[in-house]
């Protein structure tokens, strides 16, 4: 049985240096050629040495290798030679997922020191952008750290830049006659994508760097659903990781900010030029302008109008908004950001830094951090992961002293660690995973002991074999060759007539045929198998009559109603409707109007059980609604062409007594066990939020109802925004919010209850505003209030301690009270002393 062989070179249990080895199908590929940045000799590389002098092509001495192996599973992290031979031989191609360093940064001593030139691919933004970063890295390295031997010049890099081929998204390469790429887009930063590779039947999909959450200026990850790879390898970057809201991070990031320069504080941001960086700048810019900061905000000189030349370029790598508004308003020209020059460092007084890189390995971001570390008033809030070795990795983990460049350096600032970075969480990789249906699971870019969690959690989730090799270790698996069958379009559309129920496959059966001139085979059906062979079939049809309401079968409203269960595909005639591509007859008209026939053969039994039950349920369909002016219930049954069936099916049903003291759920139940069988006791509920419409609908002229136009309930991700906002964008998110559980449909509050966020932040402002303004956390307790009425809803009091909250505002309000009438007291009684000190003094 054939065999995928994986072996990581680098981010094997660890993170850094991704360079993944696969042999499938008798091809080698290397998947990303990155460097690691805790290490300043030649462990900073891969270890091509083992691709060379373990390996000939197709060809692997993994004994020899796992013997080198047993001093730890970091085995590769030890200096090792210069690679001998010939790379070029060894591999089919190398692919490269996008451009951050760790996965990059190593291609010019590979291409141009070690010796490869064989096909190299990447996607369009990533062979504009790799360059521009490699060339700047080789600048700290050589320039300021001094580093000159054993690393690539900057004429290696344009040689090395030359031999890439780029490639668009869902282009299939051809690699060679057998082995062929595509790439998928995977998020994480511009040009970042998902490589498929494929020889024959079998295939890998590696995800690089990637995230399933969409961002200000990015789409979320998008791969094909039901790839099923033999092998997903994926990365694991936050494995144990469920990241909270989005806008919670957002608004903790903005506040320390804000807080940190209000008390005349230096913030320094280390970022990587694209990416996050973007991120947080438009974030940032846009919480200036709201607020009218005058605080200087700056980014590293370049950067940033590189990086808006990028975005313009590939525009089309980017989100919906930022697409739709580019022509007009450049999101990434920022009012509020300056470039930044080093002297700036010096100047007395608050301001905010987006400084590269960003694990502070060097470059600009690690100067400023030297020259604002020991004042304790300065802050660093680090928005990325930190690869282990790198000074972010170790102020992070709470050192207060570090050697950097030979000189020791007090820790004083406060140091923050707030996740912005664009990896899939947890759940995200169990998202890919139940999208992309693998057949097996594969670790890399991650730590050894999450790996072990997340592994755990996967294989009892998805019933799949899961592996986490370290660098140098090999695993092997098994793949499931397909054998490629050629089915006709008839005995398709056929086998497909029954929609499967979900996460079930539909079986096609028929006669395997081997043409022995072209070695193909074919698919045939009963029919054209016993036609090929001189065969004459047999077959039984049962059939059965129905009674049926109405005097004329009207086939079109019968066809709508299969096409639940069955697929589009039916013939509508006069008289019937047929199987498309079929002598089945499924239903026809005998010799009585009032009559259907239904005709099927042995196999179709599951195809009668559906007609039968269609054709046998009846045709009226009762609709409730609310009347337009009186309290009352409006009774109505509705054939299936939407007419009523005739007058006397409409009935009204009077609440005389119902008041905003009712209960909807004592009113409903004695309304539906009075008109039995009228209303059935399954639209028990819907009554309930109807009869609570009522009661609403004459409280609501007393409520506050918004003053900012209609409410929509597709908006609700608009006033989510809104309730984050301060002064009267908040106001006017409440009151629109209002207007929605007051007077849309019951049947749309569904909706906002689910609505987590939604509900955390109604909660956050009765709790956060009450004070400032009281009048708010009214509203928002009246909203919970009309929510409660429903029973469904009314856990939502206990869940969100609604009541508890509700007593603290009141005793609030008594408090404040309670100090309004001793000051008013104060007051009286000092006007009633004065005026009779006057009236003595006129005495006198």
């Known amino acids: 049985m054939p065999r995928i062989r994986i072996t990581p070179l680098g981010a094997g249990q660890d993170v850094g240096r991704s360079c993944i080895l696969v042999t499938i199908g008798g091809k080698n590929i290397m998947l990303d050629c990155g460097m690691h940045m805790g290490f300043t000799d030649e462990r900073r590389f891969p270890d091509f040495t083992y691709i060379c002098i373990y390996k000939l092509p197709g060809i692997v001495d993994y004994t020899v290798w796992q013997g080198r192996s047993q001093g730890g599973i970091d085995s590769l992290d030890t200096p090792l030679p210069s690679a001998p031979g010939d790379l070029t031989s060894c591999l089919d191609c190398v692919i490269i997922s996008h451009f951050h360093l760790d996965h990059c940064g190593a291609l010019p001593y590979m291409t141009e ?11 369009y933004p990533s062979k504009a952008i790799v360059p521009v970063l490699l060339e700047d890295f080789r600048k700290v390295v050589t320039e300021h750290r001094g580093e000159t031997s054993n690393f690539f010049t900057s004429q290696m890099i344009k040689d090395c830049m030359k031999k890439v081929t780029a490639v668009n998204l869902h282009e299939i390469v051809h690699v060679d006659d057998q082995l062929s790429i595509q790439a998928f887009y995977a998020g994480h930063v511009l040009g970042a994508a998902m490589f498929l590779v494929k020889v024959g039947s079998e295939s890998v ?134 470039p930044f020059r080093m002297e700036f460092a010096d100047i007395p007084g608050p301001m905010v830094l987006f400084s590269t890189p960003g694990m502070l390995h060097g470059g600009q971001s690690l100067k400023v951090f030297k020259k604002w570390c020991s004042d304790e008033r300065n802050a660093i809030i680090m928005p990325g992961y930190c690869t282990a070795g790198t000074v972010g990795a170790k102020v992070i983990a709470g050192a207060k002293k570090l050697e950097i460049d030979g000189k020791m350096h007090e820790i004083n600032l406060k140091v923050e660690y707030m996740s912005f970075s664009a990896h899939a969480d947890a759940k995200g990789i169990k998202q890919l995973i139940r999208d992309v249906e693998p057949n097996s699971v594969l670790f890399v870019h991650g730590e050894a002991q ?25 695993v092997s698996i098994s793949s499931q060759p397909s054998i490629y069958v050629q089915v006709p379009e008839p005995l398709i559309r056929r086998s497909l007539v029954f929609i499967p129920p979900k996460d079930e496959t539909c079986p096609i059966e028929g006669f395997l045929f081997l043409d022995k001139q072209s070695n193909e085979l074919t698919m045939l059906s009963n029919e054209e198998a016993a036609k090929h062979l001189g065969v004459e079939l047999h077959s039984i049809c049962l059939s059965e009559i129905f009674c049926v309401s109405e005097p004329k079968i009207n086939w079109e409203d019968m066809a709508e109603r299969l096409k639940l269960n069955i697929d589009p595909e039916l013939q509508i005639k006069p008289d019937g409707i047929e199987l498309f591509d079929s002598e089945l007859i499924l239903a026809k008209v005998p010799e009585h109007s009032d009559r259907i026939e239904i005709i099927w053969d042995e196999c179709r039994e599951h195809f009668f059980s559906i007609m039968a039950s269609t054709v046998s349920t009846n045709k009226s369909k009762l609709e409730l609604s609310v009347h337009q002016v009186e309290p009352a219930i409006v009774v109505r049954y509705i054939d299936e062409r939407g007419n009523d069936n005739n007058s006397s099916q409409l009935k009204i049903i009077q609440l005389k007594g119902l008041s905003e003291r009712s209960n909807p759920n004592a009113v409903a139940r004695f309304v539906q066990d009075q008109c ?16 609570s419409s009522i009661i609403w609908r004459g409280r609501s002229s007393e409520i506050k109802v918004s003053s900012y136009g209609s409410a929509d309930i597709e908006k609700l991700d608009d006033y989510l925004e809104l309730l984050y906002d301060e002064g009267e964008s908040k106001n006017q998110g409440i009151s629109l919010l209002l207007q929605l559980v007051c007077e849309t449909s019951p049947s749309n509050l569904p909706k906002i209850v689910e609505n987590e966020p939604l509900m955390g932040a109604l909660v956050r402002v009765m709790k956060e505003d009450a004070r400032r303004n009281f009048d708010l956390a009214i509203q928002v307790g009246q909203l919970f209030n009309r929510l409660s009425q429903f029973s469904p809803f009314l856990p939502i009091l206990s869940r969100w301690k609604i009541g508890l909250l509700s007593l603290q505002l009141v005793e609030q309000e008594l408090r404040r009270s309670e100090v309004w009438r001793e000051k008013v007291k104060e007051l009286s009684d000092l006007n009633s002393r004065r005026n009779w000190e006057s009236a003595l003094i006129k005495q006198d």
């Open 450 to 474: 999450k790996m072990d969690i997340l592994k755990g959690e996967v294989e009892k989730e998805f019933g799949l074999n899961v592996y986490k090799p370290a660098n140098g270790e090999t």
């Open 205 to 338: 999909l590696y995800t690089g760097d990637f995230n399933m959450t969409p961002d200000r200026h990015l789409e979320a990850a998008k791969v094909p659903p039901g790839l099923r790879p033999d092998i997903l390898i994926t990365e694991t970057t936050y494995a144990t990781t469920v990241r909270e809201s989005k806008r919670v991070r957002e608004r903790d990031f903005l506040n320390k900010v804000h807080e940190t320069v209000q008390g005349g504080g230096k913030v320094l941001i280390p970022v990587f030029a694209l990416g996050r960086a973007q991120e947080l700048c438009i974030l940032l810019d846009m919480y200036w302008e709201r607020l009218e900061l005058k605080v200087p905000i700056y980014f590293s000189a370049g950067l940033a109008s590189r990086a808006t030349e990028y975005y313009r370029l590939f525009i089309n790598w980017t989100n919906e908004k930022v697409k739709r508004t580019f022509v007009h308003r450049n999101i990434f020209d920022f009012k509020h950001i300056k």
């Open 676 to 691: 039995q069988p009228l209303i059935p006791i399954d639209r028990l509920s819907e009554l309930e939020q109807l009869i």
């Open 113 to 123: 020191m070690v010796g490869y030139s064989g096909p190299l691919y990447m996607t």
